[in-house]
Structures are given as structure tokens and as C-alpha cells.
């Protein structure tokens, strides 16, 4: 296992394009998160899945932001109609809950330049 | 809301020394801490975590400590090292999430 993957590393956009962002967990992590950091910050929760189901999503996720993972695997996260202002790194993290002890895994993120 | 924050934003040590790093939550229901380490251009790395029901653990060069009288956290790394530069975040678990706070730069002098 290679460890929580991340792709594309670096994605530059026009304000109101959309992206999206791929995720593959550890995969015996049964638990995927989604984070958002700027600089000098620290990371942001945005949303997180067990299995396939989305179990909590942020007030900071705004209806532009759309998060899925249809097969319990990977996951995709869409910004539609990128605004400045969603410049920043989107890290993803897998993690296997194990008697109350959960350790998320962090892959090495997203940075998203949006012009 | 909850929040996690951090005493000291930057710690410059020499090498050798021992670091000490701070944090304070304010969420008394948390029951599960972890630290992490983040280098320039990479995801948070695990360090060490510790349960509501401890009051220390220690690892390699690390020990956690955890006060929850006063909600305040404590990450001590032993003969600091220049590759133990980097931003330093602690974080608490509730209901499924991780609650980050801000961190603190460790900057490790030869």
C-alpha cells in the first residue's frame, strides 16, 4: 500500500471553472475526509464518509462544493464555479477506527490556484 | 464552537535541545488527541496520540502530555533535531471529525 493518493497535485483554473479532485485511501480504511487548508492555517474540515455513506459536511461547504465516494473506494471532490477565494490546499485522509483510537492518514493534497 | 488553539505560533531551539509545544481545547468532551507534524509541502504527518483517560504517553523522542483540568495539551520532543523543523498541529476528535488548531513553527538551529 502506497498510502492516501492525491491527484492533481497542483491544478491552476480560471474563476468560474469548476474542478474536481481524486482521492484513493488506504484500502482497508473504511473512512474518508476531506480538509481544506490555507497558509498558515491549519487544516479545515470539510467533509467526511464511512463507507459510502457522507456522514458530516462542514458549514464551510457551500453548495458549489460536491463530495462523493459511490463505491466506498476513492473520492471525488468538485468545486463548480470557482471563486478566488477557494484558492488553497485540499487534503484528503483515510483512516480505520479501532476501539475509539482514529488516525487519520493524509495524502500530500491538492493545491488549488484559482485566477 | 469548539476550537483548538495554540500558545506560541513560532519555537526556535537550538540543536539538541528539548522542544516543548503547547495547546489549549476548549471542548471538554473530547476524548481522543493527536499530533501531528506538517513539512513544507506535504500532508500532516501522525506523531503521537493520547486518550482523554491518560495523562501521558511517550514514543520515540516524543511524549504527549494531557491536562484536562485545564484542557491544555502539551507535545515535548527530546534532543531536537534540524529534520524535526516543521509546523506543528495538534488536534481533537469528536463525533467522527478532527479539529485542527492553528500550530505552532518549530525552527531547529544547527
Known amino acids: 500500500d502506497t498510502g492516501v493518493s492525491q491527484d492533481p497535485r497542483h491544478k491552476i483554473t480560471k474563476r468560474g471553472q469548476n474542478v474536481t479532485f481524486r482521492c484513493d485511501p488506504i484500502?482497508?480504511?473504511?473512512?474518508l475526509y476531506w480538509y481544506r487548508q490555507t497558509l498558515g492555517q491549519g487544516p479545515e474540515f470539510l467533509t467526511y464518509?464511512?463507507?459510502?455513506?457522507?456522514?458530516?459536511k462542514s458549514r464551510l461547504l457551500s453548495d458549489r462544493f460536491s463530495a462523493e465516494r459511490p463505491k466506498g473506494s476513492f473520492s471525488t471532490l468538485e468545486i463548480q464555479r470557482t471563486e478566488q477565494g477557494d484558492s488553497a490546499m485540499y487534503l484528503c485522509?483515510?483512516?480505520?477506527?479501532?476501539?475509539?483510537?482514529?488516525?487519520?492518514?493524509f495524502g500530500a493534497g491538492s493545491r488549488l490556484t484559482v485566477l | 464552537g469548539e476550537s483548538v488553539g495554540l500558545h506560541l505560533p513560532t519555537l526556535s531551539v537550538q540543536e539538541g535541545d528539548n522542544s516543548i509545544i503547547n495547546c489549549a481545547y476548549s471542548?471538554?468532551?473530547?476524548?481522543?488527541f493527536i499530533w501531528y507534524k506538517q513539512e513544507s509541502g506535504k500532508g500532516p504527518q501522525f506523531i503521537i496520540d493520547?486518550?482523554?483517560?491518560?495523562d501521558k504517553r511517550q514514543g520515540q523522542r516524543v511524549t504527549v502530555l494531557l491536562n484536562k483540568t485545564v484542557k491544555h495539551l502539551s507535545l515535548q520532543i527530546a534532543a531536537t533535531q534540524p529534520g524535526d523543523s516543521a509546523v506543528y498541529f495538534c488536534?481533537?476528535?469528536?463525533?467522527?471529525?478532527?479539529?485542527f488548531g492553528q500550530g505552532t513553527i518549530l525552527t531547529v538551529h544547527p
Open positions: 485522509a483515510s483512516s480505520l477506527v479501532d476501539n475509539g483510537a482514529n488516525v487519520l492518514t
Open positions: 484500502s482497508e480504511h473504511n473512512r
Open positions: 464518509f464511512q463507507n459510502e455513506a457522507q456522514l458530516e
Open positions: 471542548n471538554s468532551a473530547s476524548d481522543y
Open positions: 493520547i486518550r482523554s483517560n491518560m
Open positions: 488536534a481533537e476528535t469528536s463525533y467522527g471529525k478532527l479539529t
